[in-house]
Structure formats: C-alpha cells, structure tokens
C-alpha cells in the first residue's frame, strides 16, 4: 500500500474515531426540582464536549425504584442523600462518586402580591383553602414541608387542607394553576435568573427543617459520566448553580 494512502487511511480512522468519542451520550436520573438549573449545566458541557447529556425529570423516590428494577442511568441526581447512599451501600453505585451538588431550600409561595406575608403567618392564619405540598413518602421538599409544618404546630390542623404533589415540580404547578392558594416550594421554582415568579413568598429559615442536601451518584463507570461529575464542581456549573437559587457544599 502507498505511503500516502496508508497515512490517509490512518488519519480518517483517527478523525472518525475522535467523532465517535466526543458524540457519546449519557442519561441521567435528575429530580424534578432541579429540572432548569440541570438543563442549563447540561447545555453548558454539550456545548464545551460534544456529548450529549439526555436528562429524565422524576421524584427521586421513583428513580430510586427505577433504577433498583434496572433503569439503564448512567448517573442518578437525587434530592436527598439517603437514596444515593443506599445505592452506594448496596453495590449498585460506584463506590467514592457519591457527593452533594446543592443544598435546597423551600419558601411559602403565592402568586398573589401580599398574599404572604414576610414570617409566613398566613399558615396560622389560615385564610387559604389549600396549602400544596410534595408528598412526603416520594419527595425529599415533602419531608421538609411536613419537618416545618411540624415545627408550627400545625401538622395535624392542616392535614385536610394538603394538596400533595408527587413531586415539588407537580408541587409548584397546583399553586401556578390556581388549585391551591399558596404551597411549600422549592427557592429555586421562584427565583428563576430568567423569568422569576410573580407573587409574594417566605423564605423559611433553615433551622425549621432538615438541610436539604442534594447528592449525585455515579451508577455507570464511563469516561463521559466521570467527565460529567466534573463538570458539576467546576466554577461554571456552580455559578448556575448559585443563580438558579441553590446552596452548594462548603
């Protein structure tokens, strides 16, 4: 074979060979609140890589199921710690990939302006029908609703005003559309950096619920999901992260 072709036929094998590997694909489990601020990563490191990220929006409670009956996930990013760690525990994850990416935070949340004012006193009040929550079998932001409703004492009051949401997605769309007054909310649905919600909310201080720490686990050892498990803790993602109403680990 001529020289020349032969190294022709070299270089075409190596261009192709590098387009094959920077088109790899992952799927990634996200949970529902994360769903913006996770687009936003995601279209941040297809831009930088080439590779393609396709995100599943669910309850961390169902990809928890999923993925125990086999989901085929190459990385699972839960909101809460407890799933990951028992993943991990189980040998379903890969071991040392577990750790926190953001730390939620809830507020009371209206459409209305005025609605709810600066302490959140309308819970004791009680001038609503309906007061939307995530369930909190399912849903990490149901846990802590019900750790702050506890908190005031009113748990059992309002056990029969509860809308529940299957998850904090499904949450904030009951109070959007009008099916509750005001609902227990992820900080993130309403300080949106590109259309923040309307309305008036409460941010609930911290100490009335259980920091929501949110962690990732790898489930797939891959080049490309490692790479992206970096890209999470690089300075461009946590600034989105930072932007979309997140905390991130100090």
């Known amino acids: 074979m001529p020289e020349l072709l032969r190294t022709l036929i070299l270089a075409v094998s190596l261009i192709l060979a590098s387009a094959q590997a920077m088109g790899e694909e992952i799927l990634v489990a996200v949970a529902s609140n994360f769903r913006d601020t996770m687009t936003a990563i995601a279209e941040s490191f297809e831009k930088n890589t080439g590779h ?33 760690r028992q993943l991990e525990a189980e040998g379903m994850a890969l071991p040392g990939s577990r ?23 309308i819970l004791e009040r009680g001038h609503f029908r309906y007061l939307a929550i995530a369930n909190p079998r399912l849903a990490p932001y149901g846990r802590a609703a019900q750790e702050i409703l506890q908190a005031r004492g009113l748990w059992e009051g309002l056990k029969g005003r509860l809308v529940r949401g299957e998850n904090i997605a499904q949450t904030f769309q009951f109070v959007k559309s009008g099916n509750a007054e005001l609902g227990l909310v992820a900080y993130s649905q309403v300080k949106h950096p590109d259309h923040a919600a309307e309305g008036s909310f409460w ?15 790898l489930l797939k050892d891959t080049p490309v999901a490692r790479a992206y498990l970096s890209f999470m803790r690089s300075d461009r993602a946590l600034r989105i992260i930072h932007d979309y109403g997140y905390g991130t680990p100090r």
């Open 52 to 84: 393609k990220v396709t995100l599943i929006f669910g309850s961390t409670g169902k990809h928890f199921a999923q993925i125990v009956n086999g989901a085929p996930f190459d990385i699972f990013f839960a909101a809460d710690i407890r799933r990951p």
């Open 99 to 121: 750790f926190t990416y953001a730390v939620g935070k809830l507020v009371l949340w209206s459409p209305a302006t005025g609605y709810v004012d600066p302490c959140g006193n």
């Open 203 to 217: 941010e609930v201080p911290q100490a009335l619920y259980t920091p929501i720490e949110q962690q990732a686990v």
